[in-house]
């Protein structure tokens, strides 16, 4: 197993524009999380699946915003609209509860999206 | 509302020296608190964790403190070495598997 993958590595888009970004938790892992990191600041949770199901979202996730895992497995973000604020590093992470001795999530390399 | 706070951005120390990072929250229902090192266009590397029962977790060169009544943890890196330069997390959790709050980090610059 490589670990966490998310693709796109970078991602630059116009205003207004939707864009999506992927994430490919460790395998088995049941719980997948999405983190937002901006300049100078500590990763903020968005929301996270507990397998398909989603369980929890931020207020700082707007309508814009959605989310989907839809077979447990693989995870999909969605902008829609971007605006300049949305300027960010996306950050997703997995874990098993069941496995992890001390619950850590294992993060991805983030997308970093950059709205003009 | 920032419930974890990483109130120095930064940090320098020479080489063989102790790193002491510091932590502080303001939630007393975290069930355990972690500490994450982040390199430039990585992610999050987990380094340590600690329950909020226990007051001390020791990794090779990495020990965690907490200190409930203070609300306050600490991460002591003994001896420090130049690869640890990198932007330290410590987050808060209130159950298994469940989301992390993070702090700002801190900067920490190891000089050979």
């Known amino acids: 197993d490589t670990g966490v993958s998310q693709n796109p590595r970078h991602k630059i888009t116009k205003r207004g524009q939707n864009v999506t970004f992927r994430c490919d938790p460790i395998?088995?892992?049941?719980?997948l999380y999405w983190y937002r990191q901006t300049l100078g600041q500590g990763p903020e949770f968005l929301t996270y699946?507990?397998?398909?199901?989603?369980?929890?979202k931020s207020r700082l996730l707007s309508d814009r915003f959605s989310a989907e895992r839809p077979k447990g497995s693989f995870s999909t973000l969605e902008i829609q609209r971007t605006e300049q604020g949305d300027s960010a590093m996306y950050l997703c992470?997995?874990?098993?509860?069941?496995?992890?001795?001390?619950?850590?999530?294992?993060f991805g390399p983030g997308t970093r999206l950059t709205v003009l | 509302d920032q419930q974890v706070k990483q109130n120095s951005p930064s940090l320098s120390v020479q080489e063989g020296r102790i790193s002491i990072l510091n932590c502080d929250y303001t939630?007393?229902?975290?069930?355990?608190f972690l500490w994450y090192k982040k390199y430039p266009a990585e992610g999050p590397t987990f380094l340590i964790s600690?329950?909020?029962?226990?007051d001390k977790n020791e990794d090779g060169r990495f020990t965690v403190f907490l200190n409930k009544s203070a609300k306050h943890l600490s991460l002591h890196i003994v001896p420090s070495q130049p690869g640890d330069s990198a932007v330290y997390f410590c987050?808060?959790?209130?159950?298994?598997?469940?989301?992390?709050?993070f702090g700002g980090g801190t900067r920490v610059l190891v000089k050979p």
């Open positions: 992470a997995s874990t098993d509860p069941g496995q992890e001795q001390y619950n850590e999530q294992f």
């Open positions: 395998s088995e892992h049941n719980r």
């Open positions: 699946f507990q397998n398909e199901a989603q369980l929890e």
């Open positions: 939630n007393s229902m975290f069930d355990y």
């Open positions: 600690i329950s909020s029962i226990k």
């Open positions: 987050a808060g959790a209130f159950a298994a598997g469940n989301k992390l709050t």
